[in-house]
C-alpha cells in the first residue's frame, strides 16, 4: 500500500513558476508508475504527466508539454512536477497517484494523495 501527500501549490501570476512534491510512504513506491492530475473548477479530472516505475519513461499531455516536467527519486520516496511559465488554465487542484499500470487514464490509479491547489491569476 503506498500513502500520497502532495504540498507545493500556491497562488502565483501567470508566466511565474512552482514545484511540486509528492511524498510517498510504503516500501514498495519504486514499483509503482506514478502521475499527476489536475482537475479545474467545473472540469473533469484530466492526466497531467506520468513517469515510469525506473523514471525512464516520461509522458506529458499536449498543453504542458515544454512548461512541465515531472521527475521521481525512488530513494527519497518523491515524485515532483516542475511547472514552468504558468498560465490561468492551469488553476486546478493538483493530485499525485500511483498505479501498477503505465497509462493516461486516472481509473487505473490505485492511490491518490487529498490533492494541493494552485492558482495562476492573469
Known amino acids: 500500500q503506498v500513502q500520497l501527500v502532495e504540498s507545493g501549490g500556491g497562488l502565483l501570476q501567470a508566466g511565474g513558476s512552482l514545484r511540486l512534491s509528492c511524498a510517498a510512504s510504503?516500501?514498495?513506491?519504486?514499483?509503482?508508475?506514478m502521475g499527476w492530475f489536475r482537475q479545474g473548477p467545473g472540469k473533469e479530472r484530466e492526466f497531467v504527466a506520468g513517469?515510469?516505475?525506473?523514471?525512464?519513461?516520461?509522458d506529458y499531455t499536449d498543453s504542458v508539454k515544454g512548461r512541465f516536467t515531472i521527475s521521481r527519486d525512488n530513494a527519497k520516496n518523491m515524485v515532483y512536477l516542475q511547472m514552468n511559465s504558468l498560465k490561468p488554465e492551469d488553476t486546478a487542484v493538483y493530485y499525485c497517484?500511483?498505479?501498477?499500470?503505465?497509462?493516461?487514464?486516472?481509473?487505473?490509479?490505485?492511490?491518490w494523495g487529498q490533492g494541493t491547489q494552485v492558482t495562476v491569476s492573469s
Open positions: 497517484a500511483a498505479s501498477k499500470e503505465y497509462g493516461r487514464d486516472w481509473h487505473e490509479y490505485d492511490y
Open positions: 510504503g516500501r514498495t513506491f519504486s514499483t509503482y508508475n
Open positions: 513517469i515510469s516505475w525506473s523514471g525512464i519513461t516520461t
